[in-house]
T-cell receptor, first 113, second 115 residues
């Protein structure tokens, strides 16, 4: 059973702080990893993807990948109240010649003014 | 179209009835996925189409669920003899790459409520 684990939260941070969201996965063969943001009542929106070990930065967002530890994280710098949402970690599993994304349950982030 | 379109946006049905949910993917996207999301959970994989064929239907919970994509574009998810436990948001996504290396684009979902 392929698993993606996330702390459900809520993770509460003050405005302007760094929010750190974590995710672990079970399949060592996975090669690509994604972070989606989901506002309440809306569908998931892709915000970052990462394939290689290390850090990948995009604006206020940094994704970090450690394949040896099977660990992915997302850092949000200068957190804003508008960042308050559920953040879903997704892992691309390859099986039987096809790929599909397996999602974690998500971490709810609350940024308070 | 510009995005993934799902209809209806909301569907309320009585237990035991049949429902169809429609997904129109982004033009040119050959890969199409159906997921189901229950409250407080992440999207759960149901089925994946590559072109017209269902390449992976391992996530369909039972034989009451069926999906088709006859012309390789629009897909319909069909649920027979609905049960209250089928209530969820059904999400459709499409991808240009068959490897999904760039992730998916999701539609706005269909909220199904079985009463």
């Amino acid at each position: 059973q392929k698993e993606v684990e996330q702390n459900s939260g809520p993770l509460s941070v003050p405005e302007g702080a760094i929010a750190s969201l974590n995710c672990t996965y079970s399949d060592r063969g996975s090669q690509s990893f994604f972070w989606y943001r989901q506002y309440s009542g809306k569908s998931p929106e892709l915000i970052m993807f990462i394939y290689s070990n290390g850090d990948k930065e995009d604006g206020r967002f940094t994704a970090q990948l450690n394949k040896a530890s099977q660990y992915v994280s997302l850092l949000i710098r200068d957190s804003q109240p508008s960042d308050s949402a559920t953040y879903l970690c997704a892992v691309n599993y390859f099986s039987g010649g096809y790929n599909k994304l397996i999602f974690g349950a998500g971490t709810r982030l609350a940024v308070h003014p | 179209g510009a995005g993934v379109s799902q209809t209806p946006s909301n569907k309320v049905t009585e237990k035991g009835k049949y429902v169809e949910l429609r997904c129109d993917p982004i033009s040119g996207h050959t890969a199409l996925y159906w997921y189901r999301q229950s409250l407080g959970q992440g999207p759960e994989f149901l089925i994946y189409f590559q072109g017209t064929g269902a390449a992976d239907d391992s996530g369909l919970p039972n034989d009451r669920f069926f999906a088709v994509r006859p012309e390789g574009s629009v897909s319909t998810l069909k649920i027979q003899r609905t049960e209250r436990g089928d209530s969820a948001v059904y999400l459709c996504a499409s991808s240009l790459s068959v490897t999904a290396n760039y992730g998916y684009t999701f539609g706005s979902g269909t909220r199904l409520t079985v009463v």
